[in-house]
């Protein structure tokens, strides 16, 4: 096409399909290259931004995420990754205050992501170090909050997910199951099959649940949601030391 931003975009999409579907190096690849162009682009901002850039964060972080909900991860390495991509977040946000930032067609959104992402960094960074994630409770509710009033389904679902782990671990399961409750919802009205795949495979862990880890694999090997593979294996894999289920 000859547009800049087009083909910069164009990539991040590539990016996050391949990222989704567990092909992680091929879509760190194709971030890289999106993200050489953005600087190209723009010089005074050579980071991905907006939804491109939460994208990015989203793969950077992936594999903090599977270390904190238990996975076999070197947790030295990701609690460096953690504070990188928090520090790429603040930067974002510090770019937002120059007068010759390119606003966004939807603020309210980029900010949201941009406080998700932070929410995510500091969720697990605390349970990477074993410690209450306290820390991760305003970022995420200001999160939520901003993802409300932008009214996009997709992001609220994927901050209640996050909120959901954040409020189980801070001693609140019915909160938690409320979260995943509306996340649910959104999921099966729109469509949303990774986002139910998620939304049942939390479930599980958060509540140790059979029932929910069968659907997760269902649905993870049905739309072909490479991504959460590792996650459900080491699921499954603590699933055979949990309770049996009352009644059975």
Known sequence: SGDASWRMVSRTTLADALHQQGETQTAGDRF??????????????????????????DLLLAGAERAAWGGPEDRADLLRRCGEVAERAQTIFEWRKRPTWNHACDPDLDVALDQLTLARCALYTALLQDEPPETARADTDRALDGLRASGEQEFIAHGLLTRAWLRHHLGDPPGAGADLDEAQRIAERGSMRLHLADCHLTRARLFRDPSELARARGLIEEWGYGRRLGELEDTEAAAKDWPEPSGS
């Open 32 to 57: 890289t290259e999106a993200e050489a162009m953005q600087a190209e682009r723009q010089p005074q901002y050579p980071l991905l931004y907006s939804l491109q850039g939460f994208q990015y964060c």
